[in-house]
């Protein structure tokens, strides 16, 4: 989500599990192992951060500043993209919000999603492009198509993750093909 972009809520379902035993054995059972994900839990905000992200195959890398998300908080992170030109930049990075329930995957696709938000070019003459390839109207507000463009990053540079964040419909694998081999070859 880039600033001023529109807040996107997430509802994050927890996994409710039962155990159930035989209750005419004369012994419990042993304890569960571990849950996969316990290694992950033990991990604070910015360890997972830097190990979602190598789930992310693109190159582009910008600084990233991870910290867990307040109680309540919507936001999942924000990206800071530099000002179009040359170097030297002020200070751009992206600034990830983790809720402790976001899998390795997840937390990789948000990631993925601002760093697309940081790979898009400022060039004006882009938007007709993107929107003509993406089947949008040429009055799509930026608000809209610039989710759309990072969406479409993190569905290719992200893992596999079947979640679609944009006010807009993803592209199927032969569009998703198209689009990789003509803005992001
Ligand atoms: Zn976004």
């Known amino acids: 989500m880039m600033r001023r972009a529109t807040v996107v809520v997430v509802a994050l379902a927890a996994a409710m599990t039962t155990v159930v035993w035989d209750a005419g ?67 751009p990075h992206i600034e990830i919000y983790v809720a402790p329930s976001q899998t390795r995957e997840q937390l990789a696709s948000v990631i993925a999603h601002e760093l697309g938000h940081m790979h898009l070019t400022r060039d004006p003459a882009f938007v007709p492009e993107w929107l003509t390839a993406r089947n949008l109207a040429a009055a799509t507000t930026s608000d809209v198509w610039v989710e759309d463009y990072a969406e479409v990053f993190a569905t290719l540079f992200g893992p596999s993750y079947d979640r ?12 998703l093909a198209r689009l990789r081999a003509r803005f992001f070859a």
């Open 25 to 91: 054995k004369a012994e419990p059972p042993p304890p569960p192992p571990p849950a996969a994900t316990s290694a992950w839990a033990q991990l604070d905000a910015p360890a997972r951060c830097a190990s979602a992200t190598a789930l992310v195959s693109h190159r582009d890398r910008w600084p990233m500043v991870c910290r867990w998300r307040e109680p309540g908080g919507v936001l999942q992170g924000q990206s800071f993209p530099p000002p179009t030109g040359p170097p030297p930049y002020d200070d």
């Open 164 to 175: 679609w964040r944009a006010p807009t419909t993803g592209p199927g694998p032969d569009e």
